[in-house]
């Protein structure tokens, strides 16, 4: 028996935000959507890289629903004499200098074999900095490290800390307002949609035979994505992302109009792809018919799964989450976002389908 989610969407979403799960370890994620999934009567299966699917049956084409499951994150690289815990950049794409993503001072998590150890994220700082013949006004790699506490690399390796082990900031998440900010809103705003998404329909008679995914390592090239689109053909697909937006000081306006509290986006390019028109289309049909807010976009210096879904042949959309500071400790996001692009996607399967007209996008 299927059962109801207690949380509102939102609840979920900090709940997700607030498990570990840096790309190559997002075990804590996957668990709780296969557990959660289940719950709500969805037939879960599990791919052989982790991809987690969930699956409501229906008469319609089949869609599929897809976001990511890793963070942003670190890898240790080496651990020194004094016990400081250095680090290698756990994904590829957007910014390597460290200044840009604003680590230091913030808490730290490393996911160990064994053991999960806390430490803070540091540099050089304070009165310290003025005896520096070399210091610049950048960040460079090895200027920042964990410190964990110890005193040197014995007591350090003896609490579990290996190379190899992922890193994440772990920030506590915090309401201000109607936004939320904290860690990982990239993705995991996408699989709190999904999943709220799968308890509206599996209430409901679905227009389409709806299927869900959480996906492994898009952080260093959509690689869960991939696997997931050579392994099962879809009719159609919606990827689910946060994005950038230009209503904050720093970004201009002339790049893009998206904004905080405006609604879902309906994105037409990134930098790796054109999304499938006729999807865009249909869902905003929906929006105009429904009177929901929706914005409309192009996502420059971007990237999501859904360009991996295109190239295995699945026609694909990219609906976006307006979110600040980006790959950051505090990304931020607005509750109006997140309702409203669960909205438009719970009407968007109920209303009867038909498969999408022939020919290019």
């Not at 994150?73 to 756990?90: M, N």
């Not at 790049?255 to 792809?273: C, F, I, N, R």
Request: glycine share 10%; proline share 6%.
């Amino acid at each position: 028996m299927a059962r109801a989610i207690a949380n509102d969407v939102i609840e979920t979403m900090i709940e997700l935000m607030e498990l570990p799960g840096p790309t190559g370890q997002e075990e804590p994620v996957l668990a709780w959507c296969r557990k959660t999934w289940a719950e709500l009567g969805a037939e879960v299966s599990v791919s052989r890289v982790g991809n987690v699917t969930a699956r409501i049956r229906g008469q319609g084409p089949k869609l599929l629903v897809q976001g990511h499951a890793d963070e942003i994150g670190y890898v240790v690289k080496s651990i020194d004499e004094r016990g400081f815990v250095f680090l290698a950049d756990g994904q590829a794409g957007g910014s390597r200098a460290l200044h840009h993503r604003h680590p230091v001072g913030q808490p730290a998590l490393i996911l160990a074999r064994s053991a999960i150890v806390p430490g803070i994220f540091a540099t050089v700082t304070g009165h310290i900095i003025g005896t520096r013949a070399d210091e610049g006004p950048l960040l460079a790699l090895n200027d920042l490290f964990v410190d964990v506490g110890t005193s040197c690399k014995l007591e350090t390796v003896a609490l579990g800390v290996h190379p190899g082990a992922g890193v994440i900031w772990n920030p506590p998440t915090r309401r201000i307002g109607q936004r939320v900010i904290g860690k990982a809103i990239d993705d995991r705003v996408a699989l709190a949609i999904m999943t709220h998404l799968l308890a509206a329909v599996s209430q409901s008679n679905p227009a389409y035979d709806l299927s869900v995914a959480a996906t492994v390592q898009e952080e260093i090239g959509l690689i869960g994505a991939t696997a997931l689109g050579n392994e099962v053909t879809y009719d159609l697909a919606i990827a689910i992302d946060n994005g950038p937006i230009a209503d904050y000081p720093g970004v201009d306006r002339r790049e893009m109009q998206v904004e905080l509290g405006a609604g879902p986006t309906l994105v037409y390019k990134d930098s790796w792809t054109h999304y499938d028109r006729r999807i865009i289309n249909r869902l905003l049909d929906t929006a105009i018919a429904n009177d929901f807010d929706v914005q409309q976009a192009l996502f420059p210096s971007f990237g999501s799964d859904g360009a991996a879904l295109i190239r295995a042949g699945i026609p694909t959309a990219l609906l976006g989450i307006a979110t600040r500071y980006t790959h950051s400790p505090f990304e931020m996001a607005d509750e109006r976002d997140v309702r409203g692009a669960l909205d438009l996607l719970a009407l968007f399967v109920t209303t009867p389908a038909t498969p999408l007209e022939p020919g290019p996008s």
